[in-house]
């Protein structure tokens, strides 16, 4: 059966498997909203649970990391990001009522995007914006713009923060920019060491290294991408679903939706298609003083048939170079016409480092909304 809506002329329909996805989650859910360019940014987080006392430093703080104008090799745009609460919190506390919130684009620059309106940039969104809705914002991107990772990050946190409170943490780090890579199986031990770097390279010497290499694609006026790996510590064993809702499903697409990433991989990820059976099982081995055996390695990234195993949560995300760089590119004007376009505005060289706290936000995201679901399956048990 097909269910439709009538528009306000009542001559044509809509039909509802059309309608925008701006929703994110199940029990917890983020609709956000906003363009780049626009007066402001924001969304609305539904179903946190009530007697949460958020900090706000720590959110300001995610954001920050995040933002443009303050780290190396990215766009010159400063926002201030900062965040006002609608609803949602009283006394300091969560209600339970839905957490609205708003960030105003204050350094917004529009008329640095007027020379595109009539032509598309290679590597956008603007020529499928414009294929699918007949319509686009030109300037910055509008809502294809990474400026609305902004809410994703203010989200995420509040939910980082409540899985800190059950003892679940979750740590990104850039573990490669272009071809310059950390040393195999290099990760951190703790945040501090991943914030101790301006690109969230914890390893000192490749930092240096990308360093150089990103200096010299500034001269040369090109960009690059690279490969930000994530950790999940401290979930309980047990969470997603068997079929078509595995927690690794749920999380790669989320990361999927980050702007510029091009492909996502758990544990031993496409590694594991050149290893043998033997090499990539992970040995259980019983543990009298635990109720389920322990395993002998972690190959398998912390997952097995789409459910939690209780390990370390291990991924990697890779992300595509910043598609508007500073190099005359042969494009198509709106009206089909050949033409060459010099990309004008502010933008970044490498976005990856950038992408760290976002990957973050939406990995924290994921794992409170299967938490929660499975608490309510757990007291549907008993």
């Known amino acids: 059966m097909r269910v439709s809506i009538l528009s306000d002329s009542n001559e044509s329909f809509i039909p509802l498997w059309y309608m925008a ?12 909203f906003g363009e780049s360019h626009g007066p402001a940014i924001g969304g609305v987080l539904d179903g946190f649970p009530p007697g ?6 720590m959110m300001q703080r995610q954001l920050s990391r995040r933002a443009s104008g303050r780290l190396p090799f990215s766009s010159a745009r400063k926002e201030e990001d900062k965040l006002e609460f609608l609803s949602g919190l009283f006394e300091g506390k969560t ?22 309106k009539e032509a598309y940039r290679p590597g956008h969104a603007d020529l499928t914006y414009t294929l699918k809705y007949g319509h686009r914002d030109h300037r910055g991107g509008g809502r294809a713009s990474a400026r609305e990772t902004a809410t994703w990050v203010v989200a995420g946190s509040l939910a980082q923060q409540w899985l800190q409170d059950k003892g679940v943490q979750i740590l990104a780090w850039v573990s490669s920019i272009g071809c310059v890579m950390l040393p195999p199986h290099y990760a951190p031990a703790s945040m501090e060491e991943v914030m101790a770097s301006s690109l969230a390279i914890p390893h000192p010497e490749t930092e240096k290294k990308a360093l150089e290499m990103l200096n010299k694609l500034a001269s040369e006026g090109d960009s690059t991408g690279g490969v930000i790996s994530g950790r999940i510590s401290g979930s309980p064993a047990g969470i997603g679903e068997p079929v078509f809702d595995k927690f690794h499903a749920s999380l790669g697409k989320a990361l999927l939706s980050i702007n510029a990433a091009k492909g996502v991989e758990f544990g031993e990820g496409f590694a594991a298609s050149r290893m043998k059976g033997s090499e990539h099982n992970d040995p259980l081995m019983p543990s009298p003083a635990k109720q389920s055996p322990e395993f002998g390695s972690n190959h398998a990234g912390g997952l097995l048939g789409g459910i939690t195993t209780g390990q370390d949560i291990l991924f990697r995300l890779a992300f595509k170079p910043v598609s508007s760089i500073q190099m005359r590119q042969e494009t198509s004007s709106t009206s089909g016409k050949p033409r060459q376009i010099d990309i004008a505005g502010r933008h970044d060289i490498c976005v990856v480092h950038r992408a ?24 549907f048990q008993d």
């Open 52 to 57: 949460f006392r958020p900090d706000m430093a």
């Open 356 to 379: 760290v706290p976002i990957v973050e936000a939406l990995s924290a995201l994921v794992t409170a909304d299967f938490l929660l679901r499975y608490n309510a399956y757990q007291g």
């Open 21 to 32: 996805h701006n929703t994110f989650g199940s029990l917890l859910s983020l609709t956000s």
């Open 95 to 116: 209600t339970g009522a839905p957490l609205a919130f708003l960030i105003r684009n204050q350094d917004a620059r529009p008329e640095d995007y007027d020379h595109l």
